[in-house]
């Protein structure tokens, strides 16, 4: 009985994700053509992009990953792609669509990260989402999640939101996490203009099983596709302008970004967001006591039910059933209701 009752439940999520935005964009937010917002950035051949120019993929083999990169720098944005991921055996690999301004800020840069942390053949990708600002690389704020999907089956929407008072991961539609900005944050909440970037790199040391299953080159090449690509924010040149001066020219940008639909989160979009943490997070900083000890972050609510559910080491006690695993073992009840939207 628990088997089924596991696999109705599994199964209700993935029509849940499926119905909001598979292959569009997010909130019906306009997209940009590859050669209007972004520039090849490395891989050489590796980054293909679409005869219309609305798409690209890029490859991964034994010689080199690939990425790009936007042509602007943002102060703030809504910021999103549709990401679809390589199939079969993709451990070591890591494909990834963030912001950052390291290449400017090599010292004290900030960053926002979606990485998608590949995985053995039959084992679901992980997706890992992170916080740096003004270079506080010893001070990662990862979590990880499980996605009732399979991600390599077909594309699905991934938006970062970063306004100067919160950031906001979405999947789709759905909200995943969200950090509210705190004077007891600091510099640890990025605050500088940013380049938007994607890219598939090997990650063998660190990506999977923490680094003990390497990348196996016999399933090369690994290939990611990206499309409908939002761009959407206030684009400044850091050399040129001043922090106040960008302040004030983007102050238009920043209230109109901040009433959008996305940036609003409803009780129903909370609901959303508290039901994806509590059944599909499988790793969170604030609680891996054998990484920070007892450092505690302003961010993290160290006393809501979540607290409960996560062990010494930041994992989660009792970790979700993988997609792919859950296919070879229980069969999927046909009389299922489908409903529209993850948060109805």
């Given amino acids: 009985m628990a088997a089924t009752t596991g696999a109705i439940t599994a199964f209700f999520f993935v029509f849940l994700f499926s119905a909001v935005a598979v292959a569009s964009p997010p909130f019906n937010v306009p997209t940009v053509s590859f050669s209007h917002g972004f520039a090849h950035l490395f891989g050489n051949d590796n980054l293909v992009r679409s005869p219309d120019d609305r798409s690209a993929r890029l490859s991964l083999n034994r010689y080199t990953g690939s990425g790009f990169i936007s042509t602007d720098l943002y102060d703030h944005g809504f910021f999103s792609a549709s990401v679809k991921l390589p199939k079969d055996f993709t451990a070591g690999v890591v494909v990834a669509f963030y912001t950052s301004n390291g290449e400017i800020f090599p010292r004290t840069h900030d960053e926002l990260d979606f990485e998608f942390l590949g995985n053995v053949e039959d084992k679901d990708w992980r997706i890992q989402t992170n916080i740096y600002g003004n270079g506080s690389t010893a001070r990662g704020r990862e979590e990880r999640y499980l996605v009732p999907f399979d991600p390599t089956e077909e594309a699905h929407s991934y938006s970062i939101l970063w306004t100067p008072d919160y950031i906001i991961f979405y999947i789709d539609e759905v909200p995943i996490r969200e950090v509210v900005r705190t004077e007891a944050m600091g510099g640890d909440f990025p605050s500088k203009p940013m ?86 997070m499988i790793y969170c900083f604030c609680y891996d006591q054998h990484r920070y000890g007892n450092v505690t972050f302003p961010d993290c609510d160290y006393v809501s039910p979540e607290h409960t559910r996560f062990g010494e080491w930041g994992d989660n006690k009792v970790p979700p059933m993988e997609v792919r695993s859950s296919r070879r073992r229980s069969p999927v009840p046909s009389s299922l209701p489908v409903t529209t939207s993850w948060i109805d």
């Fill in 195 to 280: 380049s938007v970037y994607a890219t598939i790199w090997d990650g063998s040391s660190w990506a999977t099983a923490y680094g003990r299953i390497k990348i196996n080159y016999e399933y090369e090449p690994f290939v990611s596709e990206f499309a409908d690509l939002v761009l959407h924010g206030c684009r400044v040149d850091p050399v040129l302008q001043q922090a106040v001066e960008t302040a004030d020219r983007c102050a238009e940008s920043v209230e109109e970004l901040m009433s959008a639909d996305f940036a609003l989160l409803t009780p129903r979009k909370r609901a959303a967001m508290r039901r994806f943490r509590e059944r599909y």
